[in-house]
């Protein structure tokens, strides 16, 4: 069993730019494919990013798709989110999670773990 947590979050204005970090504990984290999910108040979990478990297979939600960035240091047990050009519609807070498969999926529910999430604010 991997266990998961999350750090990087924060305050910024609008079009500043953050760091999240999944870093895995437990297992190996080149076991498992990781996305990002995000949940703002009032609102369902949506889909953010997910990579593969090798190197170069990525996919995007079209919302942050040319300004958020995944990637993953299977050497250090750490998947990296680079956020840039944020809006206030990116507030939330955001949780990785893992899933063993090699396959990316956009769907939370087939995810087997998950970390408790980072706050993500952006102010105008």
């Known amino acids: 069993q991997v266990q998961l947590v999350e750090s990087g979050g924060g305050l910024v204005q609008a079009g500043g730019s953050l760091r999240l970090s999944c870093a895995a504990s437990?297992?190996?984290?080149?076991?498992?494919?990781i996305g990002w999910f995000r949940q703002a108040p009032g609102k369902e979990r949506e889909f953010v990013s997910a990579i593969g478990r090798y190197v170069g297979l990525t996919t995007y939600a079209d919302s942050v798709e040319g300004r958020f960035t995944i990637s993953r240091d299977n050497t250090k047990n750490t998947v990296t989110l680079q956020m840039n050009s944020l809006n206030p519609g990116d507030t939330a807070v955001y949780s990785c999670a893992a899933r063993s498969s090699t396959g990316l999926s956009r769907s939370g529910i087939l995810y087997d773990y998950w970390g408790q999430g980072t706050q993500v604010t952006v102010s105008s």
């Open positions: 437990g297992r190996t984290l080149s076991d498992y494919s």
